[in-house]
């Protein structure tokens, strides 16, 4: 045997004991017969062949080869499973492609479903791709970032309206309020030392009024009572029964009223009918006539028997008569 035979087939165990190790290492048993079924994917984002087929994370198989469907651009992968595998022929039998880190390396994961019957080597397997925590960060921050884009011009005007307002040079600016409020600080501090002493004053009377009120405390408590007392008695009083008499007498003032508006009784008849009224005014006027004639001619009637009296009335009757009055 020459020396480069020698190399030959030192050189192909070499690189055959490299490939088994590398397989080993995987885990991978390469003399070991295993049963195919596929998986139909619409991507396969991270997933590479080698990668472990599991169930329960318990690893029952190794991705094998990948291709491209080029009728319907699907990606069709082949899954090697253990040949003592037997997956339930269900609907709700499938192979979930998952991710196992942040860097969206993918594995596959058998969910078996509840059948009597099983699949035969070579079928394809139901599939399901479950998005990895980057797309699923990614979908909830989209909504909140088309917000934020919104709120965008809003949070711009308020920037701009924060600096106008904490702008020094602003007349209208939080400084400029600010150092109205120092002068006005400034100016109570003032009127509070200029008037320090009627302040204390103040206080002072503030403080004997409430030492007087202290000193008086019995004398006020006994006032209260009273009070207290006044009232009692005012509950106790038989003011309901007072009330009502009141209420009964006003009635009946009412009912008296009445009959006078009506012109009933004496009174209501004095009031309202007008005989009495013309027979006093008749007396008045003929009282009045009385008193003028009275005034008039009083020998009339006060009669005085003197000599000649008679004479001199008649002469004061015939002048009064001559006289028309």
Do not use: C
Not at 14 to 30: N, P, R, S, W
Not at 203 to 222: C, D, P, R, V, Y
């Amino acid at each position: 045997m020459t020396n480069q035979a020698k190399v030959g087939i030192f050189s192909t165990i070499t690189v055959a004991i490299f490939i088994l190790g590398f397989y080993f290492l995987k885990g991978i048993d390469v003399f070991e017969r295993k049963n195919s079924y596929y998986a139909v994917y619409d991507r396969v984002d991270g997933l590479y062949k080698s990668n472990e087929v599991e169930i329960n994370g318990f690893t029952v198989g190794r991705v094998g080869d990948m291709e491209r469907d080029p009728v319907t651009g699907k990606i069709v992968v082949r899954l090697d499973l253990n040949t003592d595998l037997k997956v339930p022929d269900s609907d709700s039998t499938s192979a979930q492609l998952f991710s196992t880190d942040f860097l969206g390396t993918k594995k596959i994961k058998l969910i078996f479903g509840t059948a009597n019957t099983y699949l035969k080597e070579g079928d394809t397997i139901n599939t399901y791709f479950k998005r990895d925590l980057t797309e699923q960060i990614g979908s909830q921050i989209d909504p909140i970032i088309g917000d934020v884009k919104k709120l965008i011009p809003t949070l711009d005007s308020t920037i701009y309206f924060i600096k106008y307002v904490m702008d020094p040079s602003n007349p209208r600016g939080i400084y400029t309020t600010l150092e109205g409020v120092n002068e006005a600080i400034a100016k109570v501090n003032d009127i509070l030392a200029a008037n320090e002493e009627n302040l204390q004053l103040s206080i002072k009377h503030i403080e004997g009024l409430t030492g007087n009120i202290e000193k008086n405390n019995a004398q006020i408590t006994n006032i209260l009572g009273n009070f207290s007392n006044l009232s009692d008695s005012l509950q106790q009083a038989n003011l309901k029964q007072t009330v009502t008499n009141l209420n009964n007498t006003i009635t009946e003032l009412n009912g008296v009223v009445a009959d006078i508006n009506q012109g009933k009784g004496t009174l209501g008849k004095i009031i309202k009918q007008d005989d009495l009224y013309t027979a006093i005014d008749t007396a008045v006027a003929n009282l009045n006539i009385l008193l003028k004639d009275v005034k008039q001619r009083p020998y009339r009637y006060i009669s005085i028997n003197v000599l000649g009296s008679k004479k001199a009335e008649k002469r004061r009757e015939l002048k009064y008569n001559e006289s028309g009055k």
